[in-house]
Antibody, heavy 118, light 112 residues
């Protein structure tokens, strides 16, 4: 079955770089696209970016200058790196697959909480 | 970016009752391929969002038929009949017709 799982540090200092990993199983990254989505505490969902099945990427223009998404298909892992973190980047970070049939995010990871604080 | 406006923000319901959530987009969600990429999610407390309805009216795998979606163009509705305790939580609509994908602000379904 399709599964995604995020991992990474729970605490990051302001101005530092966040590095997260999404490890997938039950699917191949060469035929599936994966997005990162975040949710500040008590707030709504914000799409951050996507790595397409062909390896291309697209980003939310609001954070594009700070964000990079990459992958290692042999390890079934997708990576998120975001620099210059501020307190407003404190959020739950999710990775999610884009479904071929649905066209939406059909499988999600459990999420990883990231707090930006000194 | 396409703005997705969900109403109401909070929706008190009785168990066994019916709930209706509206989602309006700032522009038509009909894709050039003819499909409409409007989806509905439920996020239970402490969990990740789960897909309920995709492309306006299609129930995702395992979703009970108490959930139904309808609408077209810019106006969409999620209906929940015979509300059960496990239906409580935050509901979000998502459009993925236009780049970037954007979510509605959410509707909290809670007990009256």
């Amino acid at each position: 079955q399709v599964q995604l799982k995020e991992s990474g540090p729970g605490l990051v200092q302001p101005s530092q770089t966040l590095s997260l990993t999404c490890t997938v199983s039950g699917l191949s990254l060469t035929s599936n696209s994966v997005s990162w989505i975040r949710q500040p505490p008590g707030k709504g969902l914000e799409w951050m970016g996507v790595i397409w099945s062909n390896g291309g990427t697209d980003y939310n223009s609001a954070i594009k200058s700070r964000l990079s998404i990459s992958r290692d298909t042999s390890k079934s892992q997708v990576f998120l790196k975001m620099n210059s973190l501020q307190t407003e980047d404190t959020a739950m970070y999710f990775c999610a697959r884009i479904g071929h049939t649905t066209g939406g995010f059909d499988y999600w990871g459990q999420g990883v909480m990231v707090t930006v604080s000194s | 970016d396409v703005v997705m406006t969900q109403t109401p923000v909070s929706l008190p319901v009785s168990l066994g009752g019916q709930a209706s959530i509206s989602c309006r987009s700032s522009q038509s969600l009909v894709h050039s391929n003819g499909n409409t990429y409007l989806h509905w999610y439920l996020q239970k407390p402490g969990q990740s969002p789960q897909l309920l309805i995709y492309r306006v009216s299609n129930r995702f795998s395992g979703v009970p038929d108490r959930f139904s979606g309808s609408g077209s163009g810019t106006d969409f509705t999620l209906k929940i009949s015979r509300v059960e305790p496990e239906d409580l939580g935050d509901y979000y609509c998502l459009q993925s017709t236009h780049f970037p994908p954007t979510f509605g602000g959410g509707t909290k379904l809670e007990l009256k």
